[in-house]
């Protein structure tokens, strides 16, 4: 090694010890929010906070499958109670009536202030001679008996009032757990204390229910069918993803590096060159992690599956230096490496500079996804020519010898040049290919953000069928009501249902829930203290309202009594919840930071799915005319809007990429030679594409990403040809046949990731794989290639 | 004395065996009792209901029509001193009182259970229903029977002591529940309705 291979092994250790060190304290995360912008709008941020750390990316839905009705309630009953005890839960419901007595004596001490029945007319002698006569008609049912004691204190009902009116949502109960209307499943809803978007902490949560399961599930005497756990939600569907995601990237990368490492193998014949090979593309992964780590401060997990492809191009340029340098023809390395520099290092200098130009256009993306995959590829293929430039010759081992591929080349050669005369297929090609794209143009781009998501459908199909079970809404319409104290949130949600009540009763919408339900703001609990009236005067009422009822004024002095305290409480507040089954209930729907509280009044569509557009509109209109604190937000469509924005903006930052490679290639070259390289590369972008549409995919992000790395890919190849046809026959052989290993080696990279159970690698194999061939297929077909000389003809095989 | 001896041990012998043919003849007056109920499958009666409770004055009153559909749908409508229809199916009761309809799982509420499952049981002929929820106790004959029913549960024992229906035939005539406060209801049935 010379002196300057000293230096440079130096400073790449150095360097790779940084890297290292970065990417150990980087943190990743694998949340659709990392697909949202950096810098949102307040509509965006609200959304994105939503979708991050809401009420709706904190619930776990969780079902018991399995043995017989009861064994499932008593494992769902014995989990509810391992999970209120443990800190990464914020709340459990589970139908349990244990907690009823408690709900129930806390609502009879605060009646008067939290049942929407106090009003003045309540308290008028009519009222009230109506109201007992209707408490007396219930004490002759079976429900009566839980009205029985309270009713001297309690005669005009408002305890049963209130109960009856949080209970309209209750789930039918099974030996005392909630079960599904349908199918035999027990249930229960679990409220993390982290956000959704807190992968590690989700991840937590869900080890925490599984083990509480496992106890449950293990203390009982074995079932059959033996009794499963179903887990669902944001925080659920973020760990599967990150999983996903990671044992997708380690399985296929892993299998993509030997099945490259078996066909480098069989070309060099020396596993010195074969491990060489891979220090670029290992070293140009370091350096793309860190950089993203450095740069963004989280690593998405989409971006590490991204550093799969870099295998695919950055094997490249160790490809060409092996089989290109001349030392297989017998001149010592440092010659053959010397004029490999003068020779090849140009075209492969040119080919990163072309790619890092087009990846570039990705880094001022206001997305985070395209931001980070952009800064990858720069700061990776970088990484890779610079080693494979300064350290490869210097660490080849004098001894080392590939393989001569010379003759498999001149085959090669003489297959491409009889292809040329049939040049005129291409623009047939090209045509057949636009004509597909025009046919499929309305159904080319994917417009929902879910396309994104790696989470199987059987998982989806799950979210939605334990979604209709607990009756939760979908979360897809919310209100959002902010407001600088908890009190103001409270009557801006009043404010809000009383307007969202009579578009229930016409049918616009099913139903919605509010936190005002639980706890009406201290302006409402104010109005029903004055129409209390004082203890004389209720008394004189009653006299008079009593006649006819079979129940005397004397007996009901607990209720004059009870008044007279409620008229002159103080407003409930949330801390009085605290502790109470009803808590964990207000709490979802209330949020108090300190300095800005926020109510959630979360809408369920009529029959539950989606809104019509009349009715969105008059939802709006609703909201609109509430309160200037409250906003709707239809979750889906905000997410698929900025999807949809996100998308346009890969097409044009990805079109703004291939200007500038296109641009960089007319400043180096010229620009006819600059049209001859891109050709090929827009040739074959193009076909891909089409082959897609007419296979029914749609086109999301990656497939664009995609077409981008095919360009930055093929340019390589195209150059090279460029090359060829610019310096003549001299080593067209060993160029090609190290094209061609180059190609396949990118092929079966990405090949296999086309296989990814996660969406967005798959669409990444599926648009590279292909495109990589026929780039590398169409520029040796526009090549200007004269048929190879007669002297260049294949030696004879040796005898065996 | 021996042939005097032995037609003894032969009733002896006769006795024992004649136990279990008399049972499985339906000789118990309880099977027999649940026999006779269990072969009516359906009934629509009027019922007329007073309760005793302490807080108040005077009794309370109302009246109805009981619909009953074997095995287990039994409906309660009252009709006075205001519309309210209750029906237990499945285990699940609904009120509906104007446009309200509320449903109770029964095991959830054992409290409830034995008001409702004391005159489904008993109007089935579900013997094994019956006992188990309640110590099951019959007295007089099959012209004029009263069935004492005592919560197991102890929950239940807490709301209700006791539950004593009256009957003569295969027809019910009273329903009388004891609660554990003192208080009291008698439920009369009328005449089957055409």
Same mark, same amino acid.
């Given at each position: 090694?010379?002196?300057?291979?000293?230096?440079?092994?130096?400073?790449?250790?150095?360097?790779?010890?940084?890297?290292?060190?970065?990417?150990?304290?980087?943190?990743?995360?694998?949340?659709?929010?990392?697909?949202?912008?950096?810098?949102?709008?307040?509509?965006?941020?609200?959304?994105?906070?939503?979708?991050?750390?809401?009420?709706?990316?904190?619930?776990?839905?969780?079902?018991?499958?399995?043995?017989?009705?009861?064994?499932?309630?008593?494992?769902?009953?014995?989990?509810?109670?391992?999970?209120?005890?443990?800190?990464?839960?914020?709340?459990?419901?589970?139908?349990?009536?244990?907690?009823?007595?408690?709900?129930?004596?806390?609502?009879?001490?605060?009646?008067?202030?939290?049942?929407?029945?106090?009003?003045?007319?309540?308290?008028?002698?009519?009222?009230?001679?109506?109201?007992?006569?209707?408490?007396?008609?219930?004490?002759?049912?079976?429900?009566?008996?839980?009205?029985?004691?309270?009713?001297?204190?309690?005669?005009?009902?408002?305890?049963?009032?209130?109960?009856?009116?949080?209970?309209?949502?209750?789930?039918?109960?099974?030996?005392?757990?909630?079960?599904?209307?349908?199918?035999?499943?027990?249930?229960?809803?679990?409220?993390?204390?982290?956000?959704?978007?807190?992968?590690?902490?989700?991840?937590?949560?869900?080890?925490?229910?599984?083990?509480?399961?496992?106890?449950?599930?293990?203390?009982?005497?074995?079932?059959?069918?033996?009794?499963?756990?179903?887990?669902?939600?944001?925080?659920?569907?973020?760990?599967?993803?990150?999983?996903?995601?990671?044992?997708?990237?380690?399985?296929?990368?892993?299998?993509?590096?030997?099945?490259?490492?078996?066909?480098?193998?069989?070309?060099?014949?020396?596993?010195?060159?074969?491990?060489?090979?891979?220090?670029?593309?290992?070293?140009?992964?370091?350096?793309?992690?860190?950089?993203?780590?450095?740069?963004?401060?989280?690593?998405?997990?989409?971006?590490?599956?991204?550093?799969?492809?870099?295998?695919?191009?950055?094997?490249?340029?160790?490809?060409?230096?092996?089989?290109?340098?001349?030392?297989?023809?017998?001149?010592?390395?440092?010659?053959?490496?010397?004029?490999?520099?003068?020779?090849?290092?140009?075209?492969?200098?040119?080919?990163?500079?072309?790619?890092?130009?087009?990846?570039?256009?990705?880094?001022?993306?206001?997305?985070?996804?395209?931001?980070?995959?952009?800064?990858?590829?720069?700061?990776?293929?970088?990484?890779?020519?610079?080693?494979?430039?300064?350290?490869?010759?210097?660490?080849?081992?004098?001894?080392?010898?590939?393989?001569?591929?010379?003759?498999?080349?001149?085959?090669?050669?003489?297959?491409?040049?009889?292809?040329?005369?049939?040049?005129?297929?291409?623009?047939?090609?090209?045509?057949?290919?636009?004509?597909?794209?025009?046919?499929?143009?309305?159904?080319?781009?994917?417009?929902?953000?879910?396309?994104?998501?790696?989470?199987?459908?059987?998982?989806?199909?799950?979210?939605?069928?334990?979604?209709?079970?607990?009756?939760?809404?979908?979360?897809?319409?919310?209100?959002?009501?902010? *407001? +600088?104290?908890?009190?103001?949130? &409270?009557? /801006? =949600?009043? $404010?809000? !249902?009383?307007?969202? %009540?009579? #578009?229930?009763?016409?049918?616009?919408?099913?139903?919605?829930?509010?936190?005002?339900?639980?706890?009406?703001?201290?302006?409402?609990?104010?109005?029903?203290?004055?129409?209390?009236?004082?203890?004389?005067?209720?008394?004189?009422?009653?006299?008079?309202?009593?006649?006819?009822?079979?129940?005397?004024?004397?007996?009901?002095?607990?209720?004059?009594?009870?008044?007279?305290?409620?008229?002159?409480?103080?407003?409930?507040?949330?801390?009085?919840?605290?502790?109470?089954?009803?808590?964990?209930?207000?709490?979802?729907?209330?949020?108090?930071?300190?300095?800005?509280?926020?109510?959630?009044?979360?809408?369920?569509?009529?029959?539950?799915?989606?809104? *019509? +557009?009349?009715?969105?509109?008059? &939802?709006? /209109? =609703?909201? $609109?005319? !509430?309160?200037?604190? %409250?906003? #709707?937000?239809?979750?889906?469509?905000?997410?698929?809007?900025?999807?949809?924005?996100?998308?346009?903006?890969?097409?044009?930052?990805?079109?703004?990429?291939?200007?500038?490679?296109?641009?960089?290639?007319?400043?180096?070259?010229?620009?006819?030679?600059?049209?001859?390289?891109?050709?090929?590369?827009?040739?074959?972008?193009?076909?891909?594409?089409?082959?897609?549409?007419?296979?029914?995919?749609?086109?999301?992000?990656?497939?664009?990403?995609?077409?981008?790395?095919?360009?930055?890919?093929?340019?390589?190849?195209?150059?090279?040809?460029?090359?060829?046809?610019?310096?003549?026959?001299?080593?067209?052989?060993?160029?090609?046949?190290?094209?061609?290993?180059?190609?396949?080696?990118?092929?079966?990279?990405?090949?296999?990731?086309?296989?990814?159970?996660?969406?967005? #690698?798959?669409?990444?194999?599926?648009?590279?794989?292909?495109?990589?061939?026929?780039?590398?297929?169409?520029?040796?077909?526009?090549?200007?290639?004269?048929?190879?000389?007669?002297?260049?003809?294949?030696?004879?095989?040796?005898?065996? | 004395?021996?042939?005097?001896?032995?037609?003894?041990?032969?009733?002896?012998?006769?006795?024992?065996?004649?136990?279990?043919?008399?049972?499985?003849?339906?000789?118990?007056?309880?099977?027999?009792?649940?026999?006779?109920?269990?072969?009516?499958?359906?009934?629509?009666?009027?019922?007329?209901?007073?309760?005793?409770?302490?807080?108040?004055?005077?009794?309370?009153?109302?009246?109805?029509?009981?619909?009953?559909?074997?095995?287990?749908?039994?409906?309660?409508?009252?009709?006075?001193?205001?519309?309210?229809?209750?029906?237990?199916?499945?285990?699940?009761?609904?009120?509906?009182?104007?446009?309200?309809?509320?449903?109770?799982?029964?095991?959830?509420?054992?409290?409830?259970?034995?008001?409702?499952?004391?005159?489904?049981?008993?109007?089935?002929?579900?013997?094994?229903?019956?006992?188990?929820?309640?110590?099951?106790?019959?007295?007089?004959?099959?012209?004029?029977?009263?069935?004492?029913?005592?919560?197991?549960?102890?929950?239940?024992?807490?709301?209700?002591?006791?539950?004593?229906?009256?009957?003569?035939?295969?027809?019910?005539?009273?329903?009388?529940?004891?609660?554990?406060?003192?208080?009291?209801?008698?439920?009369?049935?009328?005449?089957?309705?055409?």
């Amino acid at each position: 090694m010379t002196r300057a291979g000293w230096t440079g092994t130096a400073i790449f250790a150095v360097l790779t010890l940084i890297a290292l060190a970065v990417i150990s304290r980087a943190t990743y995360t694998a949340d659709l929010s990392a697909f949202l912008p950096r810098t949102p709008t307040a509509r965006e941020r609200l959304l994105v906070d939503e979708l991050r750390t809401g009420l709706a990316s904190r619930v776990v839905m969780v079902a018991v499958e399995g043995g017989e009705a009861v064994q499932r309630a008593q494992v769902a009953a014995a989990l509810a109670r391992a999970l209120r005890a443990d800190p990464s839960f914020a709340a459990v419901s589970d139908g349990d009536t244990g907690g009823f007595e408690q709900t129930a004596a806390f609502l009879a001490a605060h009646r008067y202030l939290l049942s929407d029945a106090v009003t003045p007319g309540r308290f008028t002698v009519a009222g009230l001679h109506e109201a007992i006569g209707d408490t007396l008609a219930l004490l002759t049912t079976p429900e009566g008996l839980a009205a029985k004691p309270l009713f001297t204190r309690d005669p005009t009902g408002e305890t049963l009032h209130i109960l009856e009116a949080l209970g309209e949502r209750s789930l039918p109960t099974v030996n005392g757990v909630w079960a599904s209307r349908d199918g035999p499943r027990a249930l229960l809803i679990a409220q993390t204390r982290a956000g959704g978007s807190d992968t590690d902490g989700q991840e937590r949560a869900c080890a925490a229910l599984e083990r509480a399961f496992a106890a449950a599930a293990g203390a009982l005497p074995a079932a059959t069918p033996p009794l499963t756990l179903r887990m669902s939600g944001p925080g659920v569907f973020a760990v599967m993803a990150r999983r996903l995601i990671r044992d997708s990237v380690i399985r296929l990368s892993g299998l993509g590096s030997l099945l490259i490492a078996a066909l480098l193998l069989a070309a060099y014949r020396s596993v010195p060159a074969l491990l060489l090979t891979f220090v670029p593309v290992a070293s140009g992964a370091l350096a793309g992690i860190a950089a993203v780590a450095l740069g963004f401060g989280t690593v998405h997990g989409i971006t590490l599956g991204f550093g799969v492809t870099l295998i695919g191009e950055a094997v490249d340029y160790s490809i060409y230096l092996f089989i290109q340098s001349a030392e297989s023809l017998g001149a010592p390395p440092p010659a053959s490496t010397a004029g490999w520099r003068h020779s090849v290092w140009p075209t492969i200098r040119l080919g990163t500079l072309t790619s890092v130009c087009g990846f570039a256009a990705l880094v001022p993306s206001g997305f985070q996804g395209l931001a980070q995959l952009g800064c990858y590829s720069i700061a990776g293929l970088i990484a890779a020519a610079l080693v494979t430039r300064w350290l490869l010759p210097e660490w080849r081992p004098a001894t080392l010898r590939t393989r001569d591929l010379t003759d498999p080349g001149t085959r090669l050669w003489r297959m491409l040049a009889m292809l040329r005369p049939a040049r005129a297929a291409l623009a047939l090609i090209a045509l057949a290919a636009a004509l597909v794209l025009f046919g499929h143009r309305a159904t080319l781009l994917s417009r929902e953000l879910t396309d994104l998501s790696p989470i199987p459908q059987a998982e989806q199909q799950l979210d939605a069928s334990l979604r209709a079970d607990v009756g939760a809404p979908d979360a897809r319409y919310l209100v959002v009501a902010s *407001a +600088p104290d908890v009190d103001a949130a &409270l009557a /801006a =949600a009043r $404010a809000v !249902a009383d307007r969202l %009540a009579p #578009l229930v009763a016409e049918g616009v919408i099913r139903g919605f829930e509010t936190p005002t339900r639980y706890l009406p703001d201290a302006a409402t609990q104010r109005a029903r203290q004055s129409s209390l009236p004082a203890p004389a005067e209720l008394a004189s009422r009653l006299k008079s309202a009593l006649e006819g009822l079979p129940v005397s004024v004397v007996r009901l002095a607990p209720f004059v009594h009870d008044v007279e305290q409620a008229r002159t409480a103080s407003p409930v507040t949330p801390a009085d919840f605290a502790g109470t089954p009803l808590g964990a209930a207000l709490d979802a729907l209330l949020e108090n930071a300190g300095s800005a509280a926020t109510a959630y009044v979360p809408v369920t569509a009529a029959g539950g799915g989606d809104l *019509a +557009p009349a009715a969105l509109e008059r &939802l709006r /209109a =609703a909201v $609109a005319a !509430a309160t200037p604190a %409250a906003r #709707l937000l239809d979750l889906k469509a905000e997410a698929d809007a900025l999807y949809t924005h996100y998308l346009r903006q890969a097409v044009s930052l990805s079109l703004a990429g291939l200007a500038a490679l296109c641009l960089a290639l007319a400043v180096f070259l010229s620009p006819l030679r600059a049209l001859r390289v891109v050709t090929p590369l827009a040739l074959a972008v193009l076909t891909v594409a089409a082959a897609l549409a007419a296979a029914g995919e749609r086109l999301g992000i990656l497939h664009i990403v995609g077409m981008l790395l095919t360009v930055a890919v093929g340019s390589n190849y195209a150059l090279f040809f460029d090359r060829l046809a610019q310096r003549g026959h001299a080593g067209v052989a060993r160029t090609l046949a190290s094209l061609a290993i180059a190609n396949l080696a990118t092929v079966t990279g990405f090949g296999v990731l086309a296989f990814s159970s996660v969406p967005v #690698l798959a669409a990444l194999g599926r648009s590279v794989a292909p495109g990589a061939l026929l780039a590398f297929l169409y520029s040796a077909w526009l090549a200007r290639l004269e048929a190879p000389p007669a002297s260049a003809a294949p030696r004879p095989l040796p005898a065996a | 004395m021996s042939a005097a001896r032995a037609p003894r041990g032969a009733w002896a012998l006769l006795l024992a065996l004649a136990g279990p043919l008399a049972a499985a003849a339906g000789s118990d007056p309880l099977d027999a009792l649940m026999q006779r109920l269990a072969a009516r499958r359906h009934g629509h009666v009027t019922f007329n209901e007073v309760q005793y409770l302490a807080v108040l004055d005077r009794p309370l009153e109302s009246s109805g029509e009981l619909l009953f559909e074997a095995p287990d749908r039994l409906e309660k409508r009252i009709l006075k001193p205001r519309h309210e229809t209750l029906v237990l199916a499945h285990g699940v009761l609904s009120a509906t009182r104007g446009q309200h309809t509320r449903s109770v799982d029964l095991a959830a509420w054992p409290q409830i259970a034995p008001l409702l499952e004391s005159i489904r049981a008993t109007l089935c002929g579900d013997r094994a229903a019956l006992e188990r929820i309640f110590s099951v106790q019959l007295e007089g004959d099959a012209a004029r029977w009263t069935l004492r029913l005592v919560p197991r549960d102890p929950d239940a024992a807490r709301a209700v002591s006791a539950v004593l229906i009256t009957g003569a035939g295969a027809d019910l005539t009273t329903v009388e529940i004891l609660a554990a406060d003192g208080d009291r209801s008698l439920l009369t049935i009328g005449p089957e309705l055409p």
